[in-house]
T-cell receptor, first 114, second 113 residues
Framework: GNSVTQMEGPVTLSEEAFLTINCTYT??????LFWYVQYPGEGLQLLLK?????DKGSNKGFEATYRKETTSFHLEKGSVQVSDSAVYFC?????????????FGRGTSLIVHP | DVKVTQSSRYLVKRTGEKVFLECVQD?????MFWYRQDPGLGLRLIYF???????EKGDIPEGYSVSREKKERFSLILESASTNQTSMYLC????????????FGSGTRLTVV
């Protein structure tokens, strides 16, 4: 079956530091890959997506590249802000392996200090 | 802007009550999902619906049922609420292929006392 593994948190950084949150996946077929962000007390919001190998998704300074050879989709940002503090979820979906049910990682909490 | 609306942000219910959580989407999506989210456990799928009146059990369906009488509405029912069902409940929807992702509601924080 499909699975997503992401690094455990919390990740604690100072403002303007470089961010990487690792995500690797196992899937059959050709899934889409996603990063979602969840602010305290809110639902999940789509941050960025990539629908095929070598695609780079980007939004609000965050980037992730769909790497089929390493089955990875690591999230990066060059300079984090306090307002980026949230929980980040890596996910795969898009009818992979005959299933319409997405697979989510456990989430990684990011804390950014001023 | 596309939207998934959950009827309540916060809900407090008593043990043994029958509880209805409502979710409405305005995007004509075929797929709808109910998750619960607990600290350290991530998102756990309760039920999934891929069409009107169609449903599939997820990972933790015990103690829950669902109803999808209209395409835009997916209801989660706690037949007899218990304290271990205190949680954050998230509804999501997507088109069939979902190549561009899933849209979530804002969540309902349910407390059972």
């Amino acid at each position: 079956g499909n699975s997503v593994t992401q690094m455990e948190g919390p990740v604690t950084l100072s403002e303007e530091a470089f961010l990487t949150i690792n995500c690797t996946y196992t899937a059959t077929g050709y899934p889409s890959l996603f990063w979602y962000v969840q602010y305290p007390g809110e639902g999940l919001q789509l941050l960025l997506k990539a629908t095929k190998a070598d695609d780079k998704g980007s939004n609000k300074g965050f980037e992730a590249t769909y790497r089929k050879e390493t089955t990875s989709f690591h999230l990066e940002k060059g300079s984090v802000q306090v307002s980026d503090s949230a929980v980040y979820f890596c996910a795969l979906g898009g009818a992979s392996g005959g299933s319409y049910i997405p697979t989510f990682g456990r989430g990684t909490s990011l804390i950014v200090h001023p | 802007d596309v939207k998934v609306t959950q009827s309540s942000r916060y809900l407090v219910k008593r043990t043994g009550e029958k509880v209805f959580l409502e979710c409405v989407q305005d995007m004509d999506h075929e797929n709808m999902f109910w998750y619960r989210q607990d600290p350290g456990l991530g998102l756990r799928l309760i039920y999934f619906s891929y069409d009107v009146k169609m449903k599939e059990k997820g990972d933790i369906p015990e103690g829950y049922s669902v109803s999808r009488e209209k395409k835009e509405r997916f209801s989660l029912i706690l037949e007899s609420a218990s304290t271990n069902q205190t949680s954050m409940y998230l509804c999501a929807s997507s088109p069939v292929q979902a190549r561009d992702g899933y849209t979530f509601g804002s969540g309902t924080r349910l407390t059972v006392v």
